[in-house]
Nanobody, 125 residues
Framework: QVQLVESGGGLVQAGDSLRLSCAAS???????????MGWFRQAPGKEREFVVA????????YYADSVKGRFIISRDNAKSTVYLQMNSLKPEDTAVYYC???????????????WGKGTLVTVSS
């Protein structure tokens, strides 16, 4: 059974940085590399929204306009882990961040086949 576990969330001040991790279990290195990976977030009272996605090999990344230039996604297929480096954080980045895995087609629109339980990021002004 595939499980995704996010970590690295916390309380920071505006302008600070955080690095989120999403570790996949139940997948071999080869199997993990067949999945595109992505991050979504959900702020209080708002719908879940796409943040960023990365292709299976890691060669392509797709960013929401709101985070472009500040966030960087990467993956380590040998560790079955995807990372989200968040820089220059803003109060509007406050949300629960979810990791998702699935086919690259449709990932940005509705996420993948598997989801983590999320990690809370709070950015104070």
């Amino acid at each position: 059974q595939v499980q995704l576990v996010e970590s690295g969330g916390g309380l920071v001040q505006a302008g600070d940085s955080l690095r989120l991790s999403c570790a996949a279990s139940g997948l071999t290195e080869i199997t993990f590399s067949t999945y595109a990976m992505g991050w979504f977030r959900q702020a209080p009272g708002k719908e879940r929204e796409f943040v960023v996605a990365i292709s299976r090999s890691g060669s392509s990344q797709y960013y929401a306009d709101s985070v472009k230039g500040r966030f960087i996604i990467s993956r380590d297929n040998a560790k079955s882990t995807v990372y989200l480096q968040m820089n220059s954080l803003k109060p509007e980045d406050t949300a629960v961040y979810y990791c998702t895995a699935g086919p690259v087609v449709g990932l940005r629109d509705s996420g993948g086949d598997y989801w983590g339980k999320g990690t809370l990021v709070t950015v104070s002004s």
